[in-house]
């Protein structure tokens, strides 16, 4: 069958391995692993930074951190970078946006080439090229970009903050409400019923929005902002599970001696002061839990959406998450730096076509990347690759089976602290914090500006946990990751004003445009 | 004396080893050398491409090819990227053109961005922000963009194409016309008198602006398109100099033997074919002297100028060349490769402060680079640095004899060789064909993409005869260059749509934005 349609799922925070699919032992996930039964769950994806809005702009523009330059939340995406919804739109398509996009506009840039931010075309850069059916990014009090404050109003949830008053407060057991910003209190349920929750309400939305499209052909991207924090979760789900189904930090204490530097600072920031006690991650980790499971169960409505409206059939699906959640694990909470807890991600993708059917239900180990998404949405729409800007690779080779002798043997993952209170902790300048890791089948290096590499051997310590970054030993290995970080940084693309036909065709051609050099 | 004024010089293709201060033994630059007494004279100075466009792009945005992007002649400056142009008139300044830029539209980028190429935005990003007094490329027939065309016409050149008819033709002993196109015919003079060659239009033009500006703070880019070829030169330049008093081609047997792919692959080219001949050489290099000397006395009358208005008291004066000119070094005609005769440029810099008094006169050793203009300028104007664009540093502290501790102490060059025949030869795709060089006090290591290595010791072969890229001992040195590299690749600057200073402001700011999380 022709693919017709694309449904980008997303998920904020989700680690892989909090699913049943990838192998979470008390942690069902039944819609996830249906989909992953439909299609080829890839056990090596990793994102491009472990960072929202960086790992986002990766998805979106299909292009590494160091290329679409945003590189921290908030920092605008550059005008110049060209987007999925964009090349989409070049092709009469479009991509609608029901969630988060965590798109910051480049007021800077439309400003320089006076461009009205108020504009159609200054509205759809600001959006990134989605089409913002409804824009939820999350942790913030939404306003008008989202119909959410506005259904909370309307189901009795009133006043100035609804989503502050109600969906991240709890009530206790004694019926008073608190904020579930203090993780100590995200034990108690959300004081938003289930069906009033951000999850439901986004699924709600997109549910209606694809049955709305009838038969046309749709691209959306459903993109939830949990089980990102605040950690709130609404009833049943704030109690689904007991301690003894979560799974336990993976630290030990000898990573607290001698650390690496960054991390050392990165353990006087709030969330690693609070993941370090016991305490918060065994209140934490359930909840976190329950919200997967919550969204879980909204991914069954999306399923049975699909199934109802024979879209299974003609529509690509790919399901994923902008980064993990530490959780303790490390000694660190949050996310950003390079264990697997937050650099990996789940990467479910259901192909409906005829050449997919061989490889359903199966795993692939090839090592993929949040830039390779782009590429495979272009050609499974049939679309033109845009090959000098775009990064990734289709992953629609390794889903349909066929020889994929060149493909990449590691994956990089960026991070730049500048934002960060470490920066200060380290007295380093913006500009001088960044970090790259690479990561391949036995080893992963990292690499710091100015700091001393860290090293894990994943086959002898797949929990990551002795950091060889001073081994002597090693000094080739490191010297020789290091080279290959080199490589990966210089085949980045940067000529993105002239195609790789333009190069093509302008080859050798100064004779036919009158500039006849070098003859005798 | 506080700088008011900025007059940026820059010949085309002109090597640094061909002008008396540099050392040449017989040709005399008396008007350059005049500079190097009132200024510094930079011993060390490179392009970072070794190609027009790449280069110039450099020198207008203070950033390297790989951070620019247009990494081949006619390849846009895509109009995301900031020119010096644009950083004066932000600051209520401008910057004038006369002579050549190389500046390509981005045409796909303001069409994209819906910009109008006839409006006065759309006519300043095709300019590259200068504003283009008399626009004048060289090596075509010059257009509408400038007066020469009218200006031959008016001196009695007539015909639809003087340029090709009379600036680069020559006429034989016998007075038949030649084109200069064939480097065999430029043993004889232009068919222009001198004053209406292309060195003294521009001259003409340049001065009559500066007289023009009365005691106006101005900032002109004065840019020759000579020595560049065709290597025409008018009576009497074209045989001021005898065989005997030019440098003879840095070459020898050795190279040719089990060459580097990609050198072998380019002396397939006809550049290469025609300068492997010794006789060619030996007619372009007496000629290439004599443009240069015809340069040098034009200069003076710039000088002249200067003094007349009194222009040396408040202008700081830039004098450069956009790369060197092989002309058969190395087996090699033209440009792109990484020899010296390439990439080490003319670099001298007046500042005519008091604090730079104890500096006229004197060489500077230090690595200083094409990118290191704009932060020389914005700063000397007393302008932003604009640091998280600009990736070169200024040359004020050298210049006034600052202690510098923390200066660089190597360059590096880039190549992309798509759009050369080379590429075919070597059955390359478009964005495979990247090559970088790293230049410090001894080593000169240049890295290409799935190709070997090259290595020069520049201490025993400064001639850079010896390529040591295979050389089993010298493994080590390869690895740590290569490793600089990479560490000089991950410092570029990405980060373009935040500045330094939004991110000081925005460290650990989550909490007064309304987000506090972390905290139990």
Known sequence: MTIRNFLFV?????????????????????????????????????????VCGPSRMSFYTGRTMTSHGAN???????????????????????LALVGKSHMTPDRGGM?????????????????????????????????????????????????????????????????????????????????VAEPHSETAWTTDVAIRWIEAQGDGPWALHLSYVKPHWPYVAPRPYHAMFGLEQCLPPVRSDAELVD???????????????????????????????????????????VWETLDRLGRWNDTLVVFTS????????????????????????????????????????????????????VPTVLEALGLPPYAHRVEGSSL???????????????????????????????????????????????????????????????EADPAELVDLGLDPALAAVRDALHGRLGDWLGSLKQRVTASDDDVEHGTDRHREAGIPFGVW
């Not at 909090?18 to 039944?30: D, I, K, M, R, V």
């Not at 530490?326 to 050449?355: C, M, N, T």
């Open 396 to 458: 629609l080779p390794l889903i349909r089976g066929a020889s994929v002798p060149a493909w990449r043997d590691f994956v990089v993952s960026e991070l730049d602290y500048g934002y960060r209170a470490a920066r200060r902790v380290l007295g380093r300048k913006p500009g001088e914090c960044r970090a790259w890791m690479l990561r391949d089948g036995r080893w992963k290096y990292v690499h710091w500006q100015d700091f001393r590499p860290q090293l894990f051997d994943l």
């Open 72 to 94: 921290w939340n908030r920092v605008p995406l550059a005008i110049g970078e060209v987007t999925l919804g964009e090349y989409l739109r070049r092709n009469g398509r479009s």
């Open 111 to 191: 400003s320089r080439l006076g461009i009205d931010p108020a504009s159609d075309l200054g509205r759809s850069l600001a959006a990134g090229s989605f089409v913002e059916i409804d824009r939820y990014d999350g942790h913030q009090e939404p306003g008008s970009e989202s119909g959410y404050p506005a259904f909370l109003r309307e189901h009795g949830y009133t006043g100035e903050r609804p989503w502050s008053d109600y969906v991240v407060s709890v009530t206790d057991d004694a019926g008073n409400a608190h904020s579930g910003w203090s993780m100590r209190n995200v034990r108690w349920p959300s004081r």
């Open 259 to 301: 650390p690496h530097p960054v991390l050392a600072a990165y353990r006087t920031q709030d969330e690693c002061v609070s993941f370090m006690r016991r305490e918060v991650s065994d209140t934490v980790r359930p909840v976190y839990q329950g919200l997967i499971r919550q969204l879980d169960d909204h991914l069954g409505r």
């Open 322 to 373: 902008d980064h993990g959640d530490y959780l303790g694990d490390h000694w660190l909470g949050e996310k950003e730096q390079f264990h697997d807890a937050v650099q990996r991600i789940p990467l479910i993708v259901h192909d409906p076509s005829a050449e997919a059917d061989a490889t359903r239900g199966t795993t692939d180990t090839h090592f993929v990347s949040a830039i390779d998404i």
């Open 10 to 50: 997303m998920c904020d925070q989700l680690r892989a391995d909090h699913l049943g699919c990838y192998g979470h032992p008390h942690l069902a996930t039944p819609s996830v692993d249906a989909l992953a039964a439909r299609g080829v769950r890839f056990e090596r994806a990793f994102v491009t930074s472990g």
